[in-house]
């Protein structure tokens, strides 16, 4: 069983930055894809972004494209969210989640929410303007 535990979140200005981190207990960390996903209350549950288990491999989502860098150190068992130059709509409430499969090879796979089996509680940003 994996347990997944964001950290990091807060409140930041706009324009600032801020860098997330999930923490994973259990045997499939090094083993699969994982992700960051984002959810403002009342709404769907948005893909952010996604590594394969080398760490060689991205999809983001257009919106944070060029200003968010995901990465992860296995040994660590630690996955990252670099969050910069942060936008009020970047506020929500950020999951890190664990893919099914080590490799994703396409953004249609990786954005999809029935691509991971283990999540983490989230962690709260807040962009103020």
């Known amino acids: 069983q994996v347990q997944l535990v964001e950290s990091g979140g807060g409140l930041v200005q706009a324009g600032g930055s801020l860098r997330l981190s999930c923490a994973a207990s259990?045997?499939?960390?090094?083993?699969?894809?994982m992700a960051w996903f984002r959810q403002v209350s009342g709404m769907e549950r948005d893909f952010v972004a996604s590594?394969?288990?080398?760490?060689?491999?991205?999809y983001y989502a257009d919106s944070v494209k060029g200003r968010f860098t995901i990465s992860r150190d296995n040994a660590k068992n630690t996955m990252y969210l670099q969050m910069n130059s942060v936008k009020p709509e970047d506020t929500a409430l950020y999951y890190c989640?664990?893919?099914?499969?080590?490799?994703?090879?396409?953004?249609?796979?990786?954005?999809?929410?029935?691509?991971?089996?283990?999540w983490g509680q989230g962690t709260q940003v807040t962009v103020s303007s």
């Open positions: 259990g045997v499939m960390f090094n083993q699969n894809a």
């Open positions: 989640a664990e893919a099914r499969l080590p490799y994703i090879g396409s953004y249609e796979y990786a954005s999809r929410i029935s691509s991971y089996e283990y």
């Open positions: 590594i394969n288990r080398p760490g060689d491999s991205t």
